[in-house]
């Protein structure tokens, strides 16, 4: 790995690291990736093998445990990812309308990613090099989708009649410390009833080595002609599944101290219920997976209420359809509390061609639809959620296109406390 910059003061320029070595080896192993990075990041002592120019050095020097070498390489430490060979039955990259760019169509099955950015992973064609690694670097925690413990039904889920078996491969990774949190996508008829109680079961019993296990509906686009045919998730399976859910969390709370399996928020949403305190989530694990995101959410703007003045803003806010009561509760706060000017509109996913509720999914164009002609006020909110990288949408229309379109700041709200300031006007303190 040829080093691009070296920090001051870091470990690396304590060694005497400097920009344009190449680094052959670190402790006696190869630098292959950020995963092997961050592992030697956490030892405490280091020695590198340099080439510079022709000259080979060995350096060595003494490491704060988790300190960052403080190195900056000129490639990529995770480099080219590795694809999903399954073909899945409930896929949403198979979802996607055509004509999106197109890093949307990627299917990643990349165990790295899962450890750096929680992307979950079915591990069904990992090798056992790999394995290997994943053991020896103590890549912990996963995120890895289990879907059912059923081999057989989880092997025709993932379209995938060589899957590797998912449950002597998580008994192995438990035994050897690995630990992680699983998630099942329940189609209902194929994945839910016995088979999600029995892969339930099957996970509490690796518990701790198993952190938590997510249950989400399974997302259903518009754009799903040719693919296998699903049922959506009604709201009485919703209310179905939350009884059972919060059951087994009791039973988990009873024997292990911990809920360890969740209910989406979107089941909550369907079986019109109240959803649970933000305090039930117990550390929000599951964020990603649409798991308490609406109650942290909630809390937050509720902590920000404290400390909220008399702003009298003017203000509208676009939200996702499922989410618009909660939204538009916390908006009708605002105007008895602070006086503000709130109008909250609901929009439609067009994108996906219907039945897609979270905000997070909403394209540029959604959004405009939803408000056109509408009134707006002096800004826009929006969920932060619906922008990815450079502040693009789904459907690649830039934040800055929306606010030139409706000619009016359109500013993305990241949480709770954001939302609230916006809605309150400038004059209450900072609660972040």
Known sequence: ??????????????????????????????????????????????????????????????????????????????????????????????????????????????????LVMGNYVTLSTITKDEISRIIRRKASPLYISVHTANEAQRRFMLGNKNAIPIRPLLKKLARRGICFHTQAVVCPGFNDGEYLFKTYSFLKRLYPAALSLAVVPVGLTGHRQGLCSLEPVTPQM????????????????????????????EYYLRAGLDLPP?????????????????????????????????????????????????????????????????????????????????????????????????????????PASALREDNVFLDDMTLEELGMALNVPVLPAADGYAFVRNLCGESQGNTD
């Open 238 to 265: 919703a209310l179905d599944t939350i009884k059972e859910v919060e059951k087994w969390q009791q039973e988990c709370l009873n024997s292990m101290g911990t809920r360890f399996v969740f209910a989406a928020d």
């Open 278 to 382: 933000a305090e039930s989530y117990e550390g929000f694990a599951q964020l990603e997976n649409g798991v308490g995101l609406v109650a942290k959410f909630v809390d937050e703007a509720q902590e920000a209420f404290l400390t909220c003045g008399a702003g009298r803003a003017h203000v509208s806010v676009v939200t996702g359809q499922d989410a618009f009561p909660f939204i538009n509760a916390l908006a009708e706060r605002a105007k008895l509390e602070c006086g503000a000017r709130v109008y909250v509109y609901a929009a439609d996913n067009q994108t996906f061609g219907g039945g897609v509720g979270v905000c997070g999914l909403l394209g540029g164009r959604d959004i405009l639809r939803a408000v056109s002609g509408k009134t707006l006020g002096d800004k826009l909110l929006i």
């Open 1 to 114: 790995m040829d080093i691009k910059s070296v920090d001051v003061g870091s470990a690396a320029e304590r060694a005497g690291i400097c920009a344009g070595d190449t680094i052959v080896s670190v402790n006696g192993e190869k630098l292959t990736d950020y995963v092997d990075y961050i592992y030697f990041c956490a030892q405490k002592k280091l020695s590198f093998r340099i080439l510079r120019g022709r000259e080979n050095l060995k350096l060595r020097c003494k490491n704060d445990e988790y300190e960052d070498l403080g190195l900056t390489f000129t490639q990529p430490l995770l480099g080219k990812k590795h694809i999903c060979g399954n073909r899945c039955i409930f896929c949403f990259v198979d979802q996607l309308p055509r004509g999106m760019r197109k890093s949307l169509y990627l299917k990643d099955e990349d165990w790295r990613y899962s």
